[in-house]
């Protein structure tokens, strides 16, 4: 299991390593240097080669991005034209936010879709499978902007159950100490993964189902319940976590619409103004973030495989 | 029998499917005292499992008892609600399944799933289940039992597999072990040590069994009483002495002259015409009628009631036991089988079609940046599948290779197709060195070398039409125009004795057997010198293999075809074989002609080999010195002669210098034995 990890861990820092070198690449990319794109087209080429130098812009690319690494280190991002603030303290007050969003939406969808799809796999081919098949179906196939808007007129504007802005503290805590202004964000959010996961584990339960392991376990004179606990349960987890990690960076991006559409001012809303306002080291600061988010997500899943399925921990 | 353990009274089963319902079981009666054993026999879907399946009722989804009782213990198990059966199942009545590598739970360790059974029905605690899990893990011979515990099952052989789930079947010492074949999916050498195993367990326990196979080798030594199975139906039910010296229904006697082993030179294994009812429909009459050569309109109208005492059987014109006694082959479904003159010779020369020289293959362990190497001795991380292997096939000869799994058969039948090529060593087909081809020569050569595999379905693209995939070898050869090629197909089909009309249907329309059929037929399209044929009968029941077999000689004799015959079943090999080849991890331990190897085996593998098989006759002889153990891996050989760790004669020698190949007593039948 260790040197398992270890194995993984070193490859992750490889992607990482690459991840810096795309995002570096595309800062250089912006058409007419970023140079251009700060100062704007009314620029004169002195103030341009004025700001080349200044940011070190004119040395050659190699050079740069030791430099660029180097800074990424040491924990700097560049600082925000627009907010005056360091892309460093801008992220580490909004990524805690996103993440918030993001993992409670995760641990709802997660807490809801393996009973749905266990359910959905017993009674198959029954009435409860092919309702939630529909609703599911519905649910995947809607946009998450058009959700948000349901939901808000439903239970913020007629039933005045829920309020449809975010909670707008600056801390976790305080976030989560206005719950209900957190319901909405959350559950628009989680029901499209809910419709995605349900799905994915209605169709692993069956597969399990149908092993033989299970009919030995039946001839050993276990019940179904326990059948499905003890035996099914873990291996039909396998594929879901597969799921799981690669809807991480998904979820940074599903969360990009959501933020704005509530006002809940996290990553994606920052992300939704710089790009506004063409702020390109937050940009490229939340790029870099989801990048490594992505890298983590594949982490997490064979950290997850290896934990569920012995036979993944015992190839080195 | 006063006071049976099991007694099944017509049973009917049926299962319902999306638009129709098989009568899998349609009036089985069965009983069987405590302690006593049966075996179930009979070819694939007479329903020899869903019999052992409806005891336990688990049955497969669908599937019902529609009518009558089974009564274990004095319980209606046919009608007793799920609690009841749950505290029988694994309890009083075991079962262990067909495949060792699926019916173990990948997540649990081994030692969770041998116990839980006891904590399902005793009333010990968690520790004490372990500790008698661990010792029933060393009744049924799994070697350092408490390692064990923590593994889980992909860390095991398949033997040792099935082993656990033997365990797991006994570990409440259940009154009834039901066994479905527990030993199809294993090698010779494994499938005799897990049947000693069951044989001595039972005697142990004091258990009854019944051991459901479609091997009559299986059964012949280890039951006493047989039941076979025929459309959903008993066909005959015999103390088992009596009924292989003795049988009185047509189908079994059928069953017994398909055996390789009955068969002599004189007279070919005899196949059964035919296929067993499909049973969607509750057929009139006998059911065996329509492959019957007795048949007469009685039997098409009246269905025979299975009559008799101990010895019973469902048949309007049985054989007569006086005939039978002498030679119980002798009058089989084809009565001419017994009169046709022996077969000519193939025609054979001794121009060497194909000669292997010091042909070797290793595959790197693993590959990829982050590979680690193993360090071992000599070359580290590396597979040796095959090692250095030398033969020679003539033309319109029939090589056969025996051995174990993983044994590098399968590796060599792909080197000498040129699918793969050897690390080491040259292989000559028809006086050129086949890695010396060029690529159009390579096309060319394919031509005379055909492969035939042991699944022809899994090999065919299940969307094509019989006439594309007849066709395919064709059109990439560029031979003929399209008529032409329509001609061949129809050619090829009437070869092998299937209808022209198969060219419009699809590859699962047809049966196991018409499916080798095809193999052979796509094979046999670009009319090769030789055809590879890797475990061709493996999956075939032995009235189907018979005709296969048959097959397979008579083209040879029209055509001159040279086979290379791999197979791990010596009787067939034996019956087919003119030079037979025996592996052992990735080496040809011996070599020879067919009859001096086979009767008169020299190397300690061969014979530890030929004495795991379990001939189809109750009296033969106990076998000699069987294999035990299991082949080592071939990522770390042994050193010196590779069989010294498994070899009961082993000396210092063995390990210290590879032994060289000898050829003592008969021309042509070389070893490779320090020891000879």
Same mark, same amino acid.
């Given at each position: 299991?260790?040197?398992?990890?270890?194995?993984?861990?070193?490859?992750?820092?490889?992607?990482?390593?690459?991840?810096?070198?795309?995002?570096?690449?595309?800062?250089?990319?912006?058409?007419?240097?970023?140079?251009?794109?700060?100062?704007?087209?009314?620029?004169?080429?002195?103030?341009?080669?004025?700001?080349?130098?200044?940011?070190?812009?004119?040395?050659?690319?190699?050079?740069?991005?030791?430099?660029?690494?180097?800074?990424?280190?040491?924990?700097?991002?560049?600082?925000?034209?627009?907010?005056?603030?360091?892309?460093?303290?801008?992220?580490?007050?909004?990524?805690?936010?996103?993440?918030?969003?993001?993992?409670?939406?995760?641990?709802?969808?997660?807490?809801?879709?393996?009973?749905?799809?266990?359910?959905?796999?017993?009674?198959?081919?029954?009435?409860?499978?092919?309702?939630?098949?529909?609703?599911?179906?519905?649910?995947?196939?809607?946009?998450?902007?058009?959700?948000?808007? !349901?939901?808000?007129?439903?239970?913020?504007?007629?039933?005045?159950?829920?309020?449809?802005?975010?909670?707008?503290?600056?801390? !976790?805590?305080?976030?989560?100490?206005?719950?209900?202004?957190?319901?909405?964000?959350?559950?628009?959010?989680?029901?499209?993964?809910?419709?995605?996961?349900?799905?994915?584990?209605?169709?692993?339960?069956?597969?399990?189902?149908?092993?033989?392991?299970?009919?030995?376990?039946?001839?050993?004179?276990?019940?179904?319940?326990?059948?499905?606990?003890?035996? !099914?349960?873990?291996?039909?987890?396998?594929?879901?976590?597969?799921?799981?990690?690669?809807?991480?960076?998904?979820?940074?991006?599903?969360?990009?619409?959501?933020?704005?559409?509530?006002?809940?001012?996290?990553?994606?809303?920052?992300?939704?103004?710089?790009?506004?306002?063409?702020?390109?080291?937050?940009?490229?600061?939340?790029?870099?973030? !989801?990048?490594?988010?992505?890298?983590?997500?594949?982490?997490?899943?064979?950290?997850?495989?290896?934990?569920?399925?012995?036979?993944?921990?015992?190839?080195? | 029998?006063?006071?049976?353990?099991?007694?099944?009274?017509?049973?009917?089963?049926?299962?319902?499917?999306?638009?129709? $319902?098989?009568?899998?079981?349609?009036?089985?009666?069965?009983?069987?005292?405590?302690?006593?054993?049966?075996?179930?026999?009979?070819?694939?879907?007479?329903?020899?499992?869903?019999?052992?399946?409806?005891?336990?009722?688990?049955?497969?989804?669908?599937?019902?008892?529609?009518?009558?009782?089974?009564?274990?213990?004095?319980?209606?198990?046919?009608?007793?609600?799920?609690?009841?059966?749950?505290?029988?199942?694994?309890?009083?009545?075991?079962?262990?399944?067909?495949?060792?590598?699926?019916?173990?739970?990948?997540?649990?360790?081994?030692?969770?799933?041998?116990?839980?059974?006891?904590?399902?029905?005793?009333?010990?605690?968690?520790?004490?289940?372990?500790?008698?899990?661990?010792?029933?893990?060393?009744?049924?011979?799994?070697?350092?039992?408490?390692?064990?515990?923590?593994?889980?099952?992909?860390?095991?052989?398949?033997?040792?597999?099935?082993?656990?789930?033997?365990?797991?079947?006994?570990?409440?010492?259940?009154?009834?072990?039901?066994?479905?074949?527990?030993?199809?999916?294993?090698?010779?050498?494994?499938?005799?040590?897990?049947?000693?195993?069951?044989?001595?367990?039972?005697?142990?326990?004091?258990?009854?069994?019944?051991?459901?196979?479609?091997?009559?080798?299986?059964?012949?030594? @280890?039951?006493?009483?047989?039941?076979?199975?025929?459309?959903? @139906?008993?066909?005959?039910?015999?103390?088992?002495?009596?009924?292989?010296?003795?049988?009185?229904?047509?189908? $079994?006697?059928?069953?017994?002259?398909?055996?390789?082993?009955?068969?002599?030179?004189?007279?070919?294994?005899?196949?059964?015409?035919?296929?067993?009812?499909?049973?969607?429909?509750?057929?009139?009459?006998?059911?065996?009628?329509?492959?019957?050569?007795?048949?007469?309109?009685?039997?098409?109208?009246?269905?025979?009631?299975?009559?008799?005492?101990?010895?019973?059987?469902?048949?309007?014109?049985?054989?007569?036991?006086?005939?039978?006694?002498?030679?119980?082959?002798?009058?089989?479904?084809?009565?001419?089988?017994?009169?046709?003159?022996?077969?000519?010779?193939?025609?054979?020369?001794?121009?060497?079609?194909?000669?292997?020289?010091?042909?070797?293959?290793?595959?790197?362990?693993?590959?990829?940046?982050?590979?680690?190497?193993?360090?071992?001795?000599?070359?580290?991380?590396?597979?040796?599948?095959?090692?250095?292997?030398?033969?020679?096939?003539?033309?319109?000869?029939?090589?056969?290779?025996?051995?174990?799994?993983?044994?590098?058969?399968?590796?060599?039948?792909?080197?000498?197709?040129?699918?793969?090529?050897?690390?080491?060593?040259?292989?000559?087909?028809?006086?050129?060195?086949?890695?010396?081809?060029?690529?159009?020569?390579? @096309?060319?050569?394919?031509?005379?070398?055909?492969?035939?595999?042991?699944?022809?379905?899994?090999?065919?693209?299940?969307?094509?039409?019989?006439?594309?995939?007849?066709?395919?070898?064709?059109?990439?050869?560029?031979?003929?125009?399209?008529?032409?090629?329509?001609?061949?197909?129809?050619?090829?089909?009437?070869?092998?004795?299937?209808?022209?009309?198969?060219?419009?249907?699809?590859?699962?329309?047809?049966?196991?057997?018409?499916?080798?059929?095809?193999?052979?037929?796509?094979?046999?399209?670009?009319?090769?010198?030789?055809?590879?044929?890797?475990?061709?009968?493996?999956?075939?029941?032995?009235?189907?293999?018979?005709?296969?077999?048959?097959?397979?000689?008579?083209?040879?004799?029209?055509?001159?075809?040279?086979?290379?015959?791999?197979?791990?079943?010596?009787?067939?090999?034996?019956?087919?074989?003119?030079?037979?080849?025996?592996?052992?991890?990735?080496?040809?331990?011996?070599?020879?002609?067919?009859?001096?190897?086979?009767?008169?085996?020299?190397?300690?593998?061969?014979?530890?080999?030929?004495?795991?098989?379990?001939?189809?006759?109750?009296?033969?002889?106990?076998?000699?010195?069987?294999?035990?153990?299991?082949?080592?891996?071939?990522?770390?050989?042994?050193?010196?002669?590779?069989?010294?760790?498994?070899?009961?004669?082993?000396?210092?020698?063995?390990?210290?210098?590879?032994?060289?190949?000898?050829?003592?007593?008969?021309?042509?039948?070389?070893?490779?034995?320090?020891?000879?």
């Amino acid at each position: 299991m260790i040197p398992f990890l270890v194995k993984r861990l070193a490859q992750a820092a490889v992607v990482l390593l690459l991840v810096s070198v795309i995002v570096f690449a595309l800062l250089h990319l912006l058409p007419g240097g970023p140079a251009r794109a700060i100062l704007g087209v009314q620029a004169t080429p002195e103030a341009l080669a004025h700001f080349n130098h200044q940011q070190g812009y004119d040395r050659s690319l190699p050079e740069q991005y030791v430099g660029y690494l180097g800074r990424l280190f040491t924990g700097d991002l560049g600082e925000s034209y627009k907010l005056n603030q360091s892309v460093l303290s801008l992220l580490g007050e909004r990524l805690p936010r996103t993440a918030l969003l993001a993992g409670l939406s995760l641990a709802l969808a997660a807490a809801l879709a393996v009973p749905l799809g266990i359910l959905q796999a017993v009674r198959r081919g029954r009435a409860a499978d092919h309702v939630l098949t529909g609703v599911a179906f519905l649910a995947y196939a809607t946009p998450v902007f058009f959700l948000g808007l !349901v939901l808000i007129l439903v239970f913020s504007q007629e039933l005045r159950l829920l309020p449809a802005e975010a909670p707008q503290a600056d801390s !976790v805590g305080g976030i989560l100490a206005d719950a209900p202004a957190l319901v909405l964000p959350v559950v628009t959010t989680a029901l499209g993964i809910i419709a995605a996961f349900s799905r994915y584990m209605r169709s692993a339960v069956l597969d399990n189902l149908g092993e033989e392991y299970v009919r030995t376990a039946r001839a050993k004179g276990q019940s179904g319940a326990r059948i499905m606990a003890r035996h !099914v349960l873990r291996n039909a987890l396998i594929p879901l976590a597969t799921l799981l990690g690669l809807y991480l960076p998904t979820l940074f991006s599903g969360t990009l619409v959501v933020e704005s559409m509530f006002n809940y001012p996290g990553m994606g809303l920052l992300f939704w103004n710089a790009a506004q306002a063409s702020d390109f080291p937050v940009l490229l600061g939340v790029t870099l973030v !989801v990048g490594v988010a992505t890298v983590l997500g594949s982490l997490i899943t064979d950290i997850a495989y290896a934990v569920l399925d012995p036979r993944i921990r015992s190839v080195p | 029998m006063t006071h049976p353990l099991l007694r099944i009274e017509d049973l009917r089963v049926e299962i319902a499917g999306r638009d129709r $319902t098989v009568h899998a079981l349609d009036g089985v009666s069965l009983d069987l005292a405590p302690g006593d054993s049966l075996g179930i026999v009979g070819e694939s879907g007479c329903g020899k499992t869903m019999t052992a399946l409806s005891v336990l009722r688990l049955l497969p989804p669908g599937g019902r008892i529609t009518g009558g009782r089974i009564l274990f213990d004095g319980t209606d198990l046919a009608a007793a609600p799920e609690p009841v059966l749950r505290g029988i199942r694994g309890n009083t009545l075991g079962m262990v399944f067909q495949d060792p590598l699926t019916c173990l739970n990948p997540t649990l360790t081994i030692g969770a799933q041998v116990a839980e059974p006891l904590l399902l029905h005793g009333s010990l605690s968690k520790a004490e289940a372990r500790s008698r899990a661990e010792e029933m893990l060393r009744l049924v011979g799994l070697p350092r039992p408490a390692e064990r515990m923590a593994h889980y099952p992909h860390q095991l052989s398949g033997g040792m597999r099935q082993r656990v789930a033997i365990a797991m079947a006994l570990i409440c010492e259940p009154r009834l072990l039901i066994a479905d074949e527990p030993t199809t999916a294993l090698d010779a050498s494994t499938r005799h040590q897990i049947l000693e195993l069951i044989d001595d367990l039972r005697e142990r326990l004091g258990m009854a069994l019944i051991l459901v196979t479609h091997d009559l080798g299986v059964i012949a030594r @280890r039951v006493d009483r047989v039941a076979v199975m025929y459309g959903g @139906r008993i066909a005959e039910r015999a103390p088992v002495r009596r009924l292989f010296t003795t049988p009185r229904h047509r189908y $079994t006697q059928a069953l017994l002259a398909a055996l390789p082993e009955r068969a002599t030179a004189g007279r070919p294994p005899a196949g059964i015409p035919g296929l067993p009812p499909s049973l969607l429909t509750r057929p009139t009459g006998c059911r065996f009628a329509p492959r019957c050569g007795f048949a007469g309109d009685r039997c098409r109208t009246t269905e025979p009631d299975l009559a008799g005492g101990e010895h019973s059987f469902a048949c309007f014109h049985p054989v007569d036991p006086a005939v039978t006694r002498t030679d119980p082959a002798a009058a089989a479904t084809d009565p001419a089988a017994g009169l046709r003159a022996p077969a000519a010779p193939p025609e054979r020369s001794d121009e060497p079609l194909l000669r292997l020289s010091g042909v070797a293959k290793t595959y790197p362990l693993r590959a990829g940046p982050f590979a680690r190497r193993r360090s071992g001795e000599g070359r580290a991380g590396e597979i040796s599948a095959v090692a250095g292997i030398s033969l020679t096939v003539r033309r319109g000869e029939t090589f056969g290779i025996v051995g174990e799994s993983g044994s590098g058969k399968s590796t060599l039948g792909r080197l000498i197709v040129g699918l793969e090529a050897p690390t080491e060593g040259t292989i000559r087909f028809a006086g050129r060195d086949i890695s010396t081809l060029t690529r159009r020569e390579l @096309r060319a050569h394919r031509r005379n070398v055909q492969l035939m595999f042991q699944d022809s379905y899994a090999a065919m693209d299940p969307r094509m039409r019989v006439g594309a995939v007849l066709r395919e070898p064709l059109v990439i050869q560029g031979i003929g125009n399209k008529a032409e090629q329509r001609r061949r197909i129809a050619e090829l089909l009437d070869d092998v004795g299937l209808p022209r009309g198969a060219v419009d249907r699809y590859p699962h329309e047809f049966s196991g057997g018409q499916r080798q059929r095809l193999g052979l037929a796509r094979a046999l399209a670009l009319a090769p010198a030789l055809v590879v044929a890797d475990e061709p009968l493996s999956a075939l029941d032995v009235s189907v293999q018979a005709q296969i077999l048959r097959l397979m000689r008579e083209l040879q004799r029209e055509k001159g075809i040279g086979y290379l015959f791999i197979s791990h079943d010596l009787a067939v090999v034996r019956h087919l074989a003119d030079t037979v080849g025996v592996m052992y991890l990735g080496k040809l331990v011996e070599t020879g002609p067919a009859r001096s190897v086979l009767t008169r085996p020299l190397h300690p593998y061969t014979q530890g080999l030929l004495a795991t098989v379990s001939p189809p006759d109750p009296d033969a002889a106990a076998p000699g010195t069987p294999l035990s153990g299991e082949a080592p891996s071939a990522a770390a050989p042994p050193s010196g002669c590779r069989f010294r760790t498994r070899c009961p004669h082993a000396v210092a020698l063995c390990a210290d210098s590879e032994p060289p190949v000898a050829e003592p007593f008969v021309a042509g039948h070389r070893v490779a034995c320090h020891l000879v």
